[in-house]
């Protein structure tokens, strides 16, 4: 049984458009919720969430974190080609230290 | 060097080799990880080190065996291997294990077992 569910699995879309990736999990006592971004091999850290409801900003990158609903989302606006990659959502699970759950992640693909 | 480095990029081994792959970090980090990465699967964590004392295991085959002798440098000696453990294994650290937990990953070691 998935802890972390991420959707859709994959997306193709083109430069210029906005895209809204979901991560929905089970677990209630967890410590925080982190993005990242994995291109070719080495996953690389994107937001943490802590708080529901508080929007944390990158650049053209946005997440928001919704503790009563289970769920987060990575808004990505106006993609571009670069933008394609796998990205993940993985809980600071508070059964073990140290302990990140990674879901199976979103690939998403941006056509020129 | 700076981040998380990995040793060796790619590694063939057949079932009844030994090696090890190994792991450092140059930010000062006190935890280091062992993930692996198979294809359609989440990232799996494998082992966690924290202050060079292992905290969590999460029942690997006894033919996975860390090492970590000190906070930079941590190994994954491999023995005896299963096609089946062909995978991307991905070492990460962070400062802590706590509310933040921020990982920062090395780029991995693509192992094949044939």
């Known amino acids: 049984e998935d802890k972390v569910v991420q959707s859709p699995l994959s997306l193709v879309v083109h430069e210029g458009d906005t895209v809204t990736l979901n991560c929905s999990y089970e677990v209630t006592n967890f410590r925080s919720l982190l993005w990242y971004k994995q291109e070719k091999k080495a996953p690389t850290f994107l937001f943490m969430l802590?708080?529901?409801?508080i929007e944390k900003k990158s650049g053209r990158l946005s997440s928001i974190l919704d503790k009563k609903e289970l769920f987060s989302i990575l808004n990505i606006t106006a993609t571009q080609t670069g933008d394609s990659a796998v990205y993940l959502c993985?809980?600071?699970?508070?059964?073990?230290?140290?302990?990140?759950?990674f879901g199976k992640g979103t690939k998403l693909s941006v056509k020129p | 060097e700076t981040g998380v480095t990995q040793t060796p990029r790619h590694l063939v081994m057949g079932m009844t080799n030994k090696k090890s792959l190994k792991c450092e970090q140059h930010l000062g980090h006190n935890a280091m990880y062992w993930y692996k990465q198979s294809a359609k699967k989440p990232l799996e964590l494998m082992f966690v080190?924290?202050?060079?004392?292992?905290?969590e295991n999460n029942s690997v085959p006894s033919r996975f065996s860390p090492e970590c002798p000190n906070s930079s440098h941590l190994f994954l000696h491999l023995h005896t291997l299963q096609p089946e453990d062909s995978a991307l294994y991905l070492c990460a650290s962070s400062q802590g294990t706590g509310i933040g937990n921020e990982q920062f990953f090395g780029p991995g070691t693509r192992l094949t077992v044939l």
């Open positions: 080190y924290s202050l060079e004392e292992r905290v």
């Open positions: 993985a809980l600071n699970y508070g059964g073990s230290q140290g302990n990140l759950i």
């Open positions: 802590t708080s529901s409801g």
